[in-house]
C-alpha cells in the first residue's frame, strides 16, 4: 500500500511539475514572445533566405502581434511540438461555439486543413467557408494567413511536411487578403514573397505605371515588386523603398522617386523625408528656393523626436539636432525661415497619420462585432451537419461542443496533406483529398471517440 501511495505520489509531482513548467513557458512566451517571433524558428526548406542577419524575421514577428488576440487563442490550443492536436482542435472549437472566439474560427478551420485524417469529409471546407462568411474577404483571408503561420511553428521540427503545408497557405490566403485590397494583408504577402516560395505567381491586377526595372537580387523578385507597389498605393512606408528603387534603374526616373518619397514622408516615414532633403540638396529633385529641402529636415527632425520622446519636440531641441546632425549654416538659416510651416506640415501629416490609424482600428472592431454575432449560427451550422452525419450512419461525425473547456486529450501524428494541383500551389487555398474511409476515425471534433 505504501508503495502503491509512494508511486502515485511521484506521478502527481511529475505530472504536476509538468503542467507548472507549461504554464510558465507561457507566460514566457506571452512576455517574450514566441520562437518564431524570437527568429529562432528557420524558415521553410524552400525558402530563398534563411535570413542570416534576422530583418526578416524581425518583419515576421511585427506581423505575428498585428492580432495579440489570436497569439492567446493560440495559446489557449496548448498545441505544443506538433503533438496534442486533439486537445487543441477540441479548445478551439469550444472557444468559438461557447465564448464566441472569432479567432479560434481560423485556428479551428486552419487546423482541420492541415491535419484532415479523421475527420469527415469537407470537415475543412466547411469550416473554412463558414469562418470567411463572418467577415470581408480581407479580414477573413488574413486571419486564416496568420492562422497557419502560427501553426507552422509546432509542426516544423517533427512534421516538416505539415509545417511547409501551414505556410504555403498562408502564403495563398495573405495572396487573397492582399488581392482585395487589404493593407494588413498586402504587407503580408510582400513579406512572404521576400522570404520566398515555390509557389506561381499570376498578378491579380494590372499595375498603372511599369515597376523599377530592378535585379532580383535582395528580395527584388517579381512577386516581391508587385506587393511593394500595392503597398506603396496603400499608404506604406513601402513607397520610400519603391522610390529609391525608381532612382537605381540604369536609367533613373526622378519624377517617379520623388513622387512615391513625398508619398511615403505624407504618412510619416522620416527616412523618407531626409532622402528627400539629400535629394533635394545635391540638385537630383528641383527645389530652386530650396524651401522642399527645408521642410523635409524640418519634419525629419520632428518626426526623429517624437518617435524618440513620445511628444512634440521643443524649438531649443530643434536647435540641438540641427547640431547634432552638423547642418551647415545656409541649411540652419533656412530652417530657421521655414520653421513655422515645417512644423506645421509635420503636425498635420501626423494627425492624418493618427486618424487614419484609429478609423482602421475601428473598423476592424467593428468587423469582429459583426463576426461574433454571426459565430452562433456557424456552430449551429455545423451542430446540424453532425447530426446529418450521424443519422447517415458516419461515424466520425462531431458531437456539440462540450460545456465545459475540454482538457488535454492525446497525440496523434497529424497527417502529412499531399499537394495537390487544387491547392496552395495553384495560388489559392482549397480543399485537400477527403479522409480515407478505411482509416480509423480519430477527429479532434469527437470527445467522445477518443
Known amino acids: 500500500m505504501v508503495e502503491i501511495l509512494s508511486f502515485l505520489f511521484v506521478v502527481f509531482f511529475v505530472v504536476g511539475l509538468f503542467y507548472i513548467n507549461t504554464k510558465l513557458d507561457r507566460a514566457i512566451e506571452a512576455r517574450m514572445g514566441t520562437p518564431l517571433e524570437r527568429g529562432e524558428v528557420a524558415f521553410p526548406s524552400f525558402a530563398r533566405t534563411q535570413d542570416p542577419e534576422g530583418t526578416l524575421h524581425a518583419e515576421l ?11 492567446n487563442t493560440f495559446a489557449q490550443g496548448g ?41 469527415p469529409d469537407g470537415e475543412a471546407d466547411f469550416w473554412q467557408q463558414g469562418f470567411l462568411d463572418l467577415l470581408d474577404e ?30 504555403l497557405q498562408a502564403v495563398a490566403h495573405f495572396r487573397h487578403s492582399a488581392a482585395a485590397g487589404h493593407r494588413e494583408g498586402i504587407d503580408a504577402a510582400l513579406l512572404m514573397a521576400e522570404i ?3 509557389l506561381p505567381f499570376t498578378p491579380p491586377a494590372k499595375l498603372p505605371e511599369p515597376l523599377p ?47 512615391w518619397l513625398r508619398q511615403a514622408m505624407e504618412h510619416g516615414d522620416y527616412m523618407a523625408a531626409r532622402i528627400l532633403f539629400d535629394k533635394y540638396r545635391s540638385g537630383k529633385f528641383p527645389d530652386e528656393t ?10 525629419f527632425i520632428c518626426q526623429c523626436g517624437l518617435l524618440e520622446f513620445k511628444r512634440d519636440i521643443t524649438d531649443a531641441e530643434l536647435v540641438s539636432a540641427e547640431e547634432e546632425l552638423e547642418l551647415d549654416a545656409h541649411v540652419r538659416r533656412l530652417i530657421a525661415t521655414h520653421k513655422t510651416e515645417g512644423r506645421e506640415l509635420h503636425a498635420r501629416i501626423m494627425k492624418d497619420v493618427y486618424a487614419k490609424a484609429d478609423a482602421a482600428a475601428e ?9 461574433r454575432e454571426k459565430l452562433p449560427a456557424l456552430c449551429r451550422k455545423a451542430e446540424e451537419r453532425q447530426r446529418k452525419l450521424l443519422s447517415a450512419g458516419a461515424g466520425d461525425a462531431a458531437p456539440a461542443p462540450c460545456e465545459t473547456t475540454p482538457q488535454d486529450t492525446g497525440k496523434p501524428r497529424p497527417a502529412a496533406p499531399a499537394r495537390n494541383s487544387a491547392g496552395p500551389l495553384a495560388g489559392k487555398p482549397a480543399s485537400r483529398q477527403p479522409a480515407r474511409k478505411a482509416e480509423p476515425r480519430r477527429s479532434f471534433a469527437r470527445p467522445d471517440k477518443r
Request: aromatic content about 10%; some cysteine.
Open 196 to 198: 520566398g516560395h515555390d
Open 79 to 119: 498545441l505544443t511540438g506538433g503533438g496534442n492536436v486533439v486537445g487543441a482542435g477540441e479548445r478551439w472549437r469550444w472557444a468559438a461555439c461557447r465564448q464566441r472566439n472569432v479567432y479560434a474560427a481560423a485556428l479551428t478551420a486552419a487546423l482541420c486543413r492541415l491535419c484532415p485524417d479523421g475527420l
Open 290 to 299: 530650396e524651401k522642399n529641402a527645408a521642410l523635409c529636415m524640418i519634419f
Open 138 to 167: 480581407g479580414e477573413g483571408h488574413f486571419l486564416l494567413g496568420l492562422s497557419y503561420l502560427r501553426l507552422y511553428e509546432p509542426f516544423h521540427e517533427e512534421y516538416a511536411s505539415v509545417a511547409e503545408e501551414a505556410w
Open 363 to 371: 473598423q476592424l472592431e467593428r468587423r469582429l462585432a459583426q463576426a
Open 61 to 71: 514577428a511585427d506581423l505575428l502581434a498585428l492580432r495579440p488576440d489570436l497569439k
Open 213 to 259: 526595372s530592378c535585379s532580383k537580387k535582395n528580395g527584388r523578385n517579381a512577386e516581391a515588386m508587385y506587393w511593394r507597389y500595392r503597398a506603396a498605393e496603400a499608404g506604406s512606408i513601402a513607397a520610400s523603398i519603391l522610390g529609391v528603387q525608381y532612382l537605381k534603374q540604369s536609367r533613373p526616373d526622378k519624377a517617379r522617386a520623388e513622387r
